[in-house]
């Protein structure tokens, strides 16, 4: 007699979207809790750290979870030379990140960061004449708009509202979204024929561990400074290397292992509340009027409706 078969249960998927947003509200507060690091801690051997512990999880992950022998990573870094061409990238992102971090308010930085999915649109159009994707330039005016509104306390004195260092940073900060952006059109344009999330993790980590390094090195960094930083920019700088680098990497890698990662990507919008919120408690950087609060509005439903809209077009992304 044949036994009949129970159905197999659904996996719910909400675990996996809870996950995502736990990623995102990590990510989103790296800015902050960087500022605040870098208060106390030279900021190049704070990266160096981070990358430090960055490349150590990638080879827990490529040995643990790809199952990837060491022989077969150093063929996978060595065939890969597209990796290194990526890594470029990475380092020029990261290292002009921490220095618009230290120019100018954390939040700020955060929010030029939204304007990353209009940055890749528009360089395939510039660049590799790919049409730009449906509503680009109608999103990138609201969130312009937007933007616009949050950086601007007082429109009576806008002019005057912005310090030098808050313009270099700001530039900076775009730099470092165009150069996120090149990232994500390379990786889009590029063959990784044996290239898992944990090698790359590796092969990156390493390229900005050196990189961090030598910087700390050639601008003669005081390390000392950790021995004596206060309570709280080590709680920051603990928060930056472990919480955000190793613990908002193995969430995001979990949550895109269990739902479709246009989901995930779609929620992007939730870093800039994540920053709004600890810059808030931790930095004292608040949004003041009113017409700033819409800004952020503004921004946050525009790039979630945007790149909703783009990812059931084209289907699952990378974020």
Same mark, same amino acid.
């Given at each position: 007699?044949?036994?009949?078969?129970?159905?197999?249960?659904?996996?719910?998927?909400?675990?996996?979207?809870? &996950?995502?947003?736990?990623?995102?509200?990590?990510?989103?507060?790296?800015?902050?809790?960087?500022?605040?690091?870098?208060?106390?801690?030279?900021?190049?051997?704070?990266?160096?750290?981070?990358?430090?512990?960055?490349? /150590?999880?990638?080879?827990?992950?490529?040995? +643990? +979870?790809?199952?990837?022998?060491? @022989? =077969?990573?150093?063929?996978?870094?060595?065939?890969?030379?597209?990796?290194?061409?990526?890594?470029?990238?990475?380092?020029?992102?990261?290292?002009?990140?921490?220095? #618009?971090?230290?120019?100018?308010?954390?939040?700020?930085?955060?929010?030029?960061?939204? /304007?990353?999915?209009?940055?890749?649109?528009? &360089?395939?159009?510039?660049?590799?004449?790919?049409?730009?994707?449906?509503?680009?330039?109608?999103?990138?005016?609201?969130?312009?708009?937007?933007?616009?509104?949050?950086?601007?306390?007082?429109?009576?004195?806008?002019? $005057?509202?912005?310090?030098?260092?808050?313009?270099?940073? &700001? =530039?900076? #900060?775009?730099?470092?979204?165009?150069?996120?952006?090149?990232?994500?059109?390379?990786?889009?344009?590029?063959?990784?024929?044996?290239? $898992? @999330?944990?090698?790359?993790?590796?092969?990156?980590?390493? #390229?900005?561990?050196?990189?961090?390094?030598?910087?700390?090195?050639?601008?003669?960094?005081?390390?000392?400074?950790?021995? $004596?930083?206060?309570?709280?920019?080590?709680?920051?700088?603990?928060?930056?290397?472990?919480?955000?680098?190793?613990?908002?990497?193995?969430?995001?890698?979990?949550?895109?292992?269990?739902?479709?990662?246009?989901?995930?990507?779609?929620?992007?919008?939730?870093?800039?509340?994540? =920053?709004?919120? /600890?810059?808030?408690?931790?930095?004292?950087? +608040? &949004?003041?009027?009113?017409?700033?609060?819409?800004?952020?509005?503004?921004?946050?439903? $525009?790039?979630?409706?945007? /790149?909703?809209?783009?990812?059931? @077009?084209?289907?699952?992304?990378?974020?």
């Amino acid at each position: 007699m044949s036994h009949s078969q129970k159905p197999a249960r659904a996996v719910s998927i909400w675990p996996y979207v809870w &996950l995502g947003v736990l990623g995102h509200a990590i990510w989103g507060g790296y800015p902050v809790m960087a500022k605040r690091a870098i208060a106390d801690v030279p900021k190049f051997s704070l990266l160096f750290l981070a990358s430090t512990a960055a490349t /150590l999880m990638g080879l827990w992950l490529v040995r +643990h +979870h790809d199952r990837m022998s060491w @022989r =077969a990573m150093w063929r996978g870094m060595r065939y890969e030379p597209m990796m290194w061409g990526l890594a470029f990238f990475v380092v020029a992102r990261s290292v002009s990140n921490i220095m #618009a971090i230290s120019l100018t308010q954390a939040v700020w930085v955060q929010l030029i960061y939204m /304007l990353t999915p209009f940055l890749v649109a528009l &360089l395939g159009l510039l660049l590799f004449r790919d049409p730009a994707p449906p509503y680009t330039f109608r999103a990138l005016f609201f969130s312009s708009v937007g933007a616009v509104l949050m950086l601007v306390e007082d429109w009576s004195q806008v002019l $005057t509202a912005f310090t030098p260092r808050d313009l270099a940073g &700001l =530039a900076v #900060a775009f730099f470092s979204a165009l150069a996120l952006a090149m990232y994500f059109q390379m990786v889009r344009r590029s063959q990784l024929r044996e290239a $898992t @999330r944990g090698l790359i993790m590796v092969q990156q980590g390493v #390229a900005m561990a050196a990189t961090f390094l030598a910087l700390s090195l050639f601008n003669g960094e005081d390390w000392s400074r950790w021995a $004596t930083a206060s309570t709280g920019g080590l709680w920051a700088a603990l928060a930056a290397i472990f919480v955000v680098q190793v613990g908002g990497n193995l969430v995001q890698i979990t949550a895109l292992g269990g739902v479709n990662p246009a989901l995930i990507t779609s929620m992007m919008a939730l870093r800039l509340i994540s =920053a709004l919120v /600890l810059g808030g408690l931790i930095l004292g950087e +608040h &949004l003041t009027q009113p017409t700033q609060w819409l800004g952020a509005v503004i921004v946050t439903i $525009t790039v979630t409706i945007y /790149l909703w809209l783009q990812n059931m @077009r084209h289907g699952p992304r990378e974020p």
